[in-house]
């Protein structure tokens, strides 16, 4: 079984990954705002292995993307302590294995390169790879292979807490579509302001940039996000909540199987 760990600003997910059935199995988020410590992570894994019926010696490999260098340590250490396996930290270096490239290696979140791997792995052909995490990502890619750049803004929950953070009166609110696109209350407002709002985002930042490449797309969504915007789901060719523990897995493999 393969251990993709994806640390990311909002949370760590960590997927299993069956090899004899070649598919991803199980999946387990924790919170990286809440102070983690190596403790609680041993401990909130540990019952999640007692829940699931799994056994720490069916980890074969355990691959890692990182973008809160802070944590690095804690990983390293719960891979020794609890798994008693060493993990592969994805970095700038780990893409010249691939047939993935980007000219700047150390000036992209692996977890946006993991993405490219997998969908570039699965397409063979310019993608565009769109990532609703706590930023809102869309990172294109030729039909060679090539990073040619990312488009950020603000996340879905992102937007929400901003607005929750910066104004006297305006609650935090469940991001679920409303009735109508025209709020009647001010819970509805944000909500229509927001989801048809990053509606109307994401369909015309995809038209803007499939004008200027020019080239027969493929356009796949994924991130925790990614199934909210319901009425996006035809925009997609395809939706992958796995895109990046896939890709971590992939560029994982690819440099250690010399080893």
Known sequence: MFLSIDAGNTNITIGFFDDEQEKWKHEFRISTKENLSLLKLEKDLHLFFLENDLKIEMVSQVGISSVVPELN????????????????????????????STTKPNGIGTDLMCNVT?????????????????????????????????????????AVRALFAHTSKLPEVDLKFPKSAIGKNTIESIQAGILHGYTGLVNGMLETIQAEIQLPMKIIATGGLSSILSNLQNTFDEVDRYLTLEGIRLITRANLKNR
């Open 73 to 100: 340590p804690i990983l390293a250490q719960f891979c020794k302590e609890f798994l008693g396996k060493s993990c592969y930290f994805i970095n700038g270096k780990s893409y010249q294995a691939l047939e993935v």
């Open 118 to 158: 997998a969908a570039f792995e699965r397409f063979s052909q310019a993608t565009i790879i769109v990532d609703f995490g706590t930023a809102l990502t869309f990172t294109v890619v030729d039909d060679q292979g090539k990073v040619l750049g990312v488009n950020i803004v603000p996340g879905l929950k992102t």
